[in-house]
């Protein structure tokens, strides 16, 4: 007599792989009233040994022949089914992997298949002084009276706070969050660099003391872990982080603020090439919850959906107590040589003298340069050859410190040469100048001052930023020097002058969003003088004096420059009146790349997709060679990705690409 074969079952998995479906693995009889959707579980794929993702489970499968589970490595769920609908939106939305999108959203600390890790690192546990509310301003009440309404009626809207620098967006960020911890709910701060969180922090757990975690990268792995499982067990209700905070295991979200919506730091540039901002809209619908984005200088996207009421536009046009905005003054750079007979000046008159008035008064000075290193590049005056990266098509930075010339792309490092190798001539000189060569110069000029600087060459070392900005913040530094990372979101009472070396770095780079960024910047690190009482100073050093983007800076009018620019967007397609998606090739053979994005190019054109206005290229990348392989590009203008992707997707599936190179999808790139 045949004795009935009990039913087996299956687990659908996912794996951090560039693949789109999941696979069937059967799941061994000692597993099956633990496995779960939500759980990791090791698997064998090929010859390796892989992670996994349960995102189903069955009792069927069309597989003839499946492998099993190799062992389970979680006793409760890490991913709830709000992320997993999250990831799958991501996934869609990006073109990536449903199982890369996952990956992202699990912490660095459980990777490797770990489900708990101990802080080797003690936490430091500084006194915070307990902060109150502050009255608000009317604009600031009239902010507040509009997300208080959307926050009581439990429903999803996004809020475009557009506020001039020294506005308060801050207070207003901490009086919606009082709110909804009144209801029970919790709340997700992304904030852009790193070196604004301890700052930002700091004044989060002064109102709300316990209830704030931290997350970001330059923690370690037990401390990612130990702030991870907090929210997760919902011991705290408040998360303020870097990008990745996004994916936070919170319960019962009723708020995400997104500080500085504009910076380029919220976009992932590995897969998923997701944008912070994007996600915390798509989790935010999830939740039913409020989305507040605030910026001085809203990102043109942003600014047109908020004038178009796709997001509700709130503003703050005065600064608090109605301390006046600094006086900015424009220093024509070609002037200045030809009065002072030079050919490399990196301080004018004015700016030094400027200096030395602000430390005569015990006040301090900003200096930004959005560039690091010493030189920018090593010339041979004779022949003209450049030192180039082995690896990358790039120019190598000399770099004083370390006494090598840098590649800033893949940190490939040479001693620097004093024979030019072409032409075996003693004529190599370095050109152009980087944040430690003011830093430097500023030493020259300033021997008895204290001077820092501020740039990721400077802030390798873990707690670096905390220190940097607690000696400038108390006064102990006078003059900080540094790139993006000093530009926004510091507040410093004492900075009263505000220099900036170079103003034109950015803006003749081939990128569309060049003038853009250029006034981002340029109005961020304006902003950082004049916040305290006495009134503040700002100088711009720049070749291109009467350029559109600094004159609306200088002026502090984002009115203008929004017209001016979104005019120009509207005539060429570009964002916000279409999509941008990339794809690029590349592979360690340069034929290779050009041909596959070649016949790419031509099998999408074949059969042109509904909903694309045009496909450029194939083009070579701005940085051509980088890490030893070759890239080339296709630039697709896209009216509604909605419609578009998944035809994109199927187009990518039927073509037959060749060994040796590597297709990557850039969806909105920034």
């Known amino acids: 007599m045949k004795t009935a074969t009990a039913p087996k079952l299956y687990a659908k998995i996912l794996l951090k792989l560039p693949i789109d479906t999941p696979f069937d693995y059967e799941v061994p009889k000692r597993f099956e009233n633990e496995v779960a959707v939500g759980k990791r579980v090791w698997v064998n794929f090929g010859p390796r040994k892989l992670i996994g993702y349960v995102v189903g489970t069955s009792s069927t499968t069309d597989v003839e022949k499946t492998r099993p589970i190799l062992g389970l490595i979680d006793s409760e769920l890490i991913l709830n089914d709000e992320i997993l609908k999250l990831t799958k939106e991501i996934s869609e939305y990006y073109l990536c992997s449903w199982g890369e999108a996952i990956d992202a959203a699990v912490p660095s600390s459980l990777k490797r298949g770990k489900t708990s890790v101990k802080s080797r690192v003690k936490d430091e546990h500084e006194s915070i002084t307990p902060s109150t509310h502050l009255k608000p301003t009317e604009e600031q009440e009239k902010a507040l009276r509009s997300i ?37 709910g919790s709340c997700i701060v992304l904030v852009p660099e790193i070196s604004l969180t301890p700052q930002a922090v700091e004044r989060f757990k002064s109102r709300f003391q316990e209830r704030v975690a931290l997350f970001h990268s330059r923690l370690t792995a037990g401390q990612k872990y130990r702030e991870w499982k907090k929210l997760k067990d919902g011991i705290c209700h408040i998360v303020v982080g870097a990008r990745s905070a996004i994916f936070s295991p919170i319960k019962n979200l009723g708020l995400i603020i997104v500080d500085e919506e504009h910076d380029t730091s919220y976009k992932q540039q590995d897969a998923p090439r997701y944008n912070a901002v994007d996600v915390a809209i798509m989790r935010a619908k999830l939740n039913n919850a409020v989305v507040i ?29 109605k301390r006046p905005l600094p006086k900015v003054r424009i220093l024509d750079m070609r002037q200045e040589l030809i009065e002072r007979r030079r050919r490399r000046i990196i301080f004018s008159r004015l700016l030094t003298e400027s200096i030395e008035k602000v430390l005569d008064r015990n006040q301090q000075t900003i200096l930004f340069l959005n560039r690091r290193g010493f030189s920018t590049y090593a010339n041979c005056k004779k022949c003209g050859y450049v030192e180039r990266c082995k690896k990358c098509n790039v120019a190598l930075n000399y770099h004083s410190d370390k006494e090598k010339l840098v590649c800033h792309y893949c940190n490939y490092q040479k001693e620097p040469v004093d024979i030019c190798p072409s032409c075996k001539g003693s004529y190599i000189d370095f050109f152009g100048f980087g944040t430690q060569r003011v830093e430097s110069e500023l030493h020259k000029h300033f021997p008895s001052s204290t001077i820092s600087r501020m740039d990721t060459d400077a802030t390798r070392k873990r707690l670096s930023h905390n220190l940097i900005l607690k000696d400038f913040s108390s006064g102990k530094t006078q003059i900080l020097v540094g790139t993006q990372m000093i530009a926004k979101g510091h507040d410093f009472p004492g900075v009263t002058l505000v220099g900036v070396v170079s103003a034109d770095t950015a803006l003749n780079l081939p990128d569309f969003r060049a003038g853009e960024r250029t006034f981002q910047l340029l109005t961020q690190v304006a902003g950082r003088a004049g916040r305290g009482f006495s009134p503040g100073e700002v100088i711009i050093q720049t070749y291109v004096p009467h350029h559109y983007t600094i004159n609306s800076a200088i002026n502090h009018d984002y009115t203008a420059f929004y017209k001016k620019e979104i005019a120009l967007r ?47 290229g194939p083009c070579k990348d701005f940085v051509y060679r980088l890490r030893r392989q070759f890239r080339w590009n296709i630039i697709l203008k896209v009216k509604d990705l909605k419609e578009f992707n998944p035809r994109l997707r199927k187009r990518l599936k039927e073509f037959k690409k060749p060994h040796g190179v590597i297709l990557t999808v850039d969806v909105d790139p920034a």
């Open 293 to 321: 984005l605030g910026s001085a200088t809203p990102s043109l996207e942003s600014s047109y959906k908020g004038k178009n009421k796709e997001y509700k536009l709130l503003q703050l046009q005065e600064r608090i107590e």
């Open 570 to 616: 509207r005539e060429l397609m570009l964002p916000p009146f279409s999509h941008m998606v990339y794809i690029t090739s590349r592979s360690y053979k340069e034929e290779r790349a050009q041909k596959c994005a070649e016949d790419l190019a031509r099998h999408i054109l074949k059969r042109p997709l509904s909903n694309m206005i045009e496909l450029s």
């Open 148 to 184: 208080y309404k959307t926050i009581d009626e439990d429903k999803y809207q996004t809020f475009l706070l557009h506020g001039i620098t020294g506005s308060g967006k801050t207070e207003v960020y901490l009086q919606a969050i009082g709110k909804i911890l009144e209801k029970g």
